[in-house]
Nanobody
Framework: VQLAESGGGLVQAGGSLRLSCEAS?????????MGWFRQAPGKAREFVAV????????YYSDSVKGRFTISENSAENAVFLQMNNLQPEDTAEYFC??????????????????WGRGTQVTVST
């Protein structure tokens, strides 16, 4: 499975961005969970959001809950991350992830075998 992110960029605080991630390769029809992690310079990798696509259950980190929304386009095997009210602390490289995670392990980076190359999000004051 290959994951390709797009949609990052520079935005002012309070603004919005929409990230996209398209999956390609083998088994793309199996509707495995897909989500997002982020990593800021000098900081640990952080879970952001995941969508369990078979059940349409979404999980979010506390830091983005209420501001970010994850969704999918099943026909295109893609997921999106709508990010509203962005703040400087949201500045990071955002990575798309995919694997057969569940409600108990979705927040762990090591639970995901497939990672995209990342897209940079920078929020200015």
């Amino acid at each position: 499975v290959q994951l390709a992110e797009s949609g990052g960029g520079l935005v002012q605080a309070g603004g919005s961005l929409r990230l996209s991630c398209e999956a390609s390769g083998r088994a793309t029809n199996l509707r495995y969970p897909m989500g997002w992690f982020r990593q800021a310079p000098g900081k640990a990798r952080e879970f952001v959001a995941v969508l369990l696509r078979k059940t349409q259950i979404a999980y979010y980190s506390d830091s983005v809950k209420g501001r970010f929304t994850i969704s999918e386009n099943s026909a295109e095997n893609a997921v999106f991350l709508q990010m509203n009210n962005l703040q400087p602390e949201d500045t990071a490289e955002y990575f798309c992830v995919a694997d057969w995670v569940n409600s108990e392990n979705y927040y762990r980076g090591q639970s995901y075998q497939y990672w995209g190359r990342g897209t940079q999000v920078t929020v200015s004051t």
